[in-house]
């Protein structure tokens, strides 16, 4: 019986430690956990936020790339000269990581020749 409350007791400390470790060295999304999430699904020549708003602070960003051509996302915030660019996307990948968005205005377009002339750009607030 003390061998099972060992063997039990031990099994719980390596699932903590393993879970301590994930969340440390590699799930960008135990980080935002309290945050907010955003998707933008990339298709010919659209940007579609499954939010227009969200609250400032860490954001779990998912980008699809739902079109048939590659598309990416870029991020800036107001108007500022920095961006934030995430990786191009080939038809039917996606792309998770986390953000820090601060309060104000972000536009958001796909930066490959031409997209954003033909209408792959949307605005999104972030509020406190």
């Not at 903590?16 to 060295?25: E, G, N, P």
């Not at 598309?71 to 108007?79: A, E, Q, V």
């Not at 601060?102 to 930066?111: E, V």
């Amino acid at each position: 019986m003390r061998r099972r409350a060992a063997f039990a007791a031990v099994a719980a400390a390596l699932v903590l430690a393993a879970t301590a470790a994930s969340a440390s060295f590699g799930d960008v999304r135990a980080h935002a956990a309290a945050g907010s999430d955003l998707q933008v699904t990339l298709v010919e020549y659209r940007l579609m936020l499954s939010e227009a708003v969200v609250k400032a602070g860490p954001v779990n960003l998912e980008a699809i790339d739902s079109g048939m051509d590659p598309h990416d996302l870029d991020l800036r915030h107001g108007r500022s000269t920095a961006v934030t660019a995430e990786p191009q996307l080939e038809s039917g990948q996606r792309w998770d990581g986390v953000v820090d968005l601060r309060p104000g205005t972000y536009h958001l377009w796909c930066s490959l020749p031409g997209h954003w002339k033909l209408g792959m750009h949307a605005i999104l607030r972030v509020v406190r």
